[in-house]
């Protein structure tokens, strides 16, 4: 084994990464992914001295190590690809050959990703992509977007159907590309950076920024405090609440389930307005800053969070009563959208739809960070795949992420004074820093040149293996099933377009 | 002339009645009863805006379905005032003449050339074939029964008397209200305000409609609403005098109008899949209607 292994938050000079040729580096990834806790969290190219450097990130689950190589190509160069081998590559090699011009000889679909303004092929536009199509009398494509019909975020989903039978989905994004990961090395003040990293997801707000923090604080050798990480941690477990909670309204509201729809959404609200009494921003903008923060949580917050919940939960757990008991709607939400545990481990997925097919990708477990290193954390899983099981894990992650927060604001650390640190990165340094956000594992990845300044910015958003899924789970569907599926994943559009 | 007139009143604040169910039953404050109709005179003032793609078929089609609605209500008795038209089988006329305003709007859909527009034509195509029968055998079997052919005629010689035609009365209520939710594509069957296009039956064929056109198709539903609850009332309205049976027909419109409101409040939209089981089940209650007739006019046993 040729790689060098850190830890989560874990920074190490870029140069002690091995650089291996490209047959070797290619067959000891893929023996890794052979392991089944091992998942590729990472896989990006980036310039470096005038040649293109490789470099790939595997999470071992059971060892909470990250195994990191990489190689050495040129522009222009055809290589033998890992996706023919392990289709868990196909989005990180379909990435690399957009962004670095770099061609596969045995990938099976290199299709655009995000059609980026950095991109190696300038004549690579949407306009002329040849989307996927039979030449059929009997079948008919269906095209929808990248305008919604709901107010959701751009994105073109191309159906080919018998009657009203799903048979494929192809999913072209790309429309919200903001150019993320360039900003990220062009604004030089930190304060932009974190707000960069506040907007690569609106709904991720609180989980984008821990990874951006925690990684910047782990280039500049800074070890957040007891107070910090509490702090974190409740951003993120009241994000996770408050969005599944969100998206059980919206399953309501796709199988037309008023009480559902109503209650839910309303009890989305109060989460939300939490955030708003601690920093000001429903969304929990400002609020996570790298090295100090300028909202600490208060005793005073946490009985009115405590308070809050009394009327909140059987609330919600009456809800969920009348939902889940009704026959209708079990009847659209159970067998719907099935993944299989194959599937899935296929193509490495993460998060929610992961652990739907009983498959454990949790960071909270595996690699934890904050305070999760001090909860034994076990992941809610389930066997079946479908829309109701996606369900069921998010009523589930509620009610324990509900008894992490009482515990966690029951607990208060005591507060260290906060003062405005101005951190630099050391230079030369790589580090990774995983989240375990509502939707699935965050990965964000920063190397550092010799002034200490950000060399490359990668951010990884768990949309980016999971629209996949979608894409697996629809088929032979009803295509009138199919909001009701795309709803249950719940897949971030900007998170994934960057 | 007097159903004429009822029907048109009510259709006038049906839709608003079950919209304001759901608001109260959701919690909500809700829009006003007036709402629906506000919407409606809105788009009719405006302009309406046609793709280049569509032919005249997709002009006149919204006036064909408007007006077909038009001419059914004018066959729906009231009590003993027969309605404007009526004749020894209008009842088939009363089913043709709405099949033939359908017709028109599936194919203005099909006319646009949209695939979205293309399958919400065959989903209503599918689901109307299967409705026919449902309402030709409740029909057909109180026609067996009272011996006559013509609504008015049906309604006034009806009488119930046992306990059998209690009860297939009470069915008869029931497959109609269903069959109104189903034609007026109304929740368990369609939902009408999910505005997904994948999941629409009969609002995915008005995509394309736009100003007046939209908001005479929009008219029509609440039209038809009170078309059905006319027939319905007629199950409860004997030769009673007007100042019994008009405020009779008004309670059966608001019940009918509350009913649809609950069912859309409390039920989730089937798997489209399954709409068709059940309107096969709707068709089957019909059966035991005219099973139950059978019985009665002892032509069984």
Request: with cysteine; aromatic share 12%; proline share 4%.
């Amino acid at each position: 084994m040729n790689a060098i292994s850190l830890n989560n938050n874990e920074r190490i000079v870029f140069s002690s990464i091995p650089v291996l040729s490209y047959d070797q580096f290619m067959e000891q990834n893929l023996v890794l992914l052979e392991n089944d806790s091992c998942h590729c969290i990472s896989y990006f190219g980036f310039h470096f001295d005038g040649k293109i450097r490789l470099v790939c990130c595997i999470a071992d689950d059971t060892q909470n190590s990250i195994l990191v190589s990489s190689a050495v190509t040129l522009k222009d160069e055809c290589l033998p690809s890992f996706t023919a081998h392990q289709q868990a590559f196909h989005a990180f090699e379909r990435e690399i050959s957009e962004n670095m011009g770099i061609g596969y000889t045995d990938h099976p679909w290199l299709k655009p990703v995000r059609y980026p303004a950095n991109r190696a092929d300038r004549k690579l536009v949407i306009g002329n992509y040849p989307f996927y199509s039979i030449d059929s009398d009997e079948l008919h494509e269906v095209g929808v977007g990248p305008v919604h019909a709901g107010v959701i975020e751009p994105g073109h989903f191309r159906f080919i159907c018998n009657g009203e039978q799903i048979l494929h989905l192809e999913i072209q994004l790309g429309y919200q590309h903001r150019g993320i990961e360039s900003l990220f090395l062009e604004k030089k003040n930190l304060l932009q950076k974190v707000i960069l990293a506040e907007s690569i997801a609106g709904d991720t707000v609180a989980g984008h920024t821990t990874a951006f923090v925690n990684l910047w604080e782990s280039l500049c050798n800074y070890k957040a405090g007891k107070d910090l990480q509490s702090d974190r941690t409740i951003a993120l477990e009241i994000e996770r609440i408050a969005v599944h909670t969100g998206d059980l309204a919206a399953l309501s509201n796709d199988i037309a389930y008023q009480p559902g729809s109503a209650v839910f959404g309303r009890l989305r609200t109060p989460l939300i307005n939490h955030f708003q009494l601690w920093c000001g921003n429903r969304l929990a903008k400002g609020l996570i800053r790298p090295a100090g923060t300028h909202f600490p949580y208060t005793g005073q917050l946490a009985d009115q969070f405590l308070r809050m919940l009394e009327s909140w939960e059987p609330d919600f757990n009456e809800m969920w009563n009348v939902f889940h008991k009704l026959p209708g709607v079990m009847g659209r939400l159970e067998k719907t959208g099935i993944l299989s545990n194959e599937q899935v481990r296929q193509i490495g997925a993460v998060g929610i739809t992961a652990r739907s097919c009983n498959l454990g990708r949790d960071i909270r477990s595996s690699h934890p960070h904050d305070y999760y290193s001090q909860i034994n954390h076990q992941s809610v899983m389930k066997r079946h795949g479908d829309v109701y099981s996606r369900a069921q894990i998010r009523r589930e992650e509620i009610r324990q992420s509900l008894g992490y927060l009482r515990q966690l604001v029951n607990d208060l650390p005591v507060r260290e004074p906060y003062k405005l640190l101005q951190l630099q990165p050391e230079p030369g340094s790589f580090a990774i820093s995983l989240v375990e956000s509502w939707r699935g594992e965050i990965c964000h990845c920063a190397v550092t040149d010799k002034n200490g300044e950000l060399m490359i910015y990668k951010v990884k958003d768990p949309s980016f293996h999971n629209w996949m899924a979608l894409a697996l789970a629809v088929r032979n569907n009803e295509i009138s099933d199919f909001p009701v599926c795309n709803k249950s994943f719940n897949l971030s559009y900007c998170g994934h377009d960057l | 002339m007097i159903a004429f007139v009822l029907i048109f009143l009510v259709s006038l604040f049906f839709t608003g009645f079950i919209n304001r169910t759901k608001s109260i039953v959701s919690g909500r404050k809700g829009p006003g009863i007036l709402q629906p109709v506000r919407d409606i005179l809105r788009l009719m003032k405006k302009g309406s805006v046609y793709s280049e793609t569509s032919s005249v078929i997709f002009r006149i089609a919204p006036l064909i379905y408007f007006s077909s609605i038009v001419m059914a209500v004018l066959v729906v008795p009231f009590g003993s005032d027969s309605g404007l038209i009526s004749f020894d089988g209008d009842f088939v006329f009363f089913a043709y003449i709405l099949a033939l305003g359908k017709f028109f709007m599936i194919i203005a859909a099909l006319d646009t050339g949209s695939s979205f527009e293309g399958m919400g034509a065959s989903r209503e195509a599918l689901f109307s074939m299967l409705a026919e029968p449902v309402f030709f055998v409740l029909i057909g079997s109180f026609s067996l029964l009272t011996g006559c052919t013509s609504f008015h005629n049906i309604f006034i010689s009806l009488n119930f008397s046992s306990y059998i035609s209690y009860a297939t009365g009470a069915m008869a209520t029931f497959v109609l209200i269903m069959l109104a939710m189903t034609e007026n594509s109304r929740l368990p069957v369609d939902d009408p305000k999910t505005h997904l296009e994948l999941t629409m039956i009969h609002e995915v064929m008005i995509l394309d409609n736009s100003g007046f056109d939209l908001g005479l198709i929009l008219y029509s539903t609440g039209l038809k609403f009170a078309m059905y609850g006319a027939l319905i009332s007629n199950f409860f309205i004997d030769s009673f005098p007007f100042y019994i049976s008009i405020p009779v027909f008004l309670a059966v419109q608001f019940s009918f109008a509350v009913v649809a409101g609950l069912i859309e409040s409390f039920m989730a939209r089937f798997r489209m899949s399954h709409n068709a089981q059940f309107i096969f089940a709707l068709a089957s209650v019909s059966l035991m209607i005219f099973i139950g007739v059978l019985l009665m006019t002892g032509k069984l046993i």
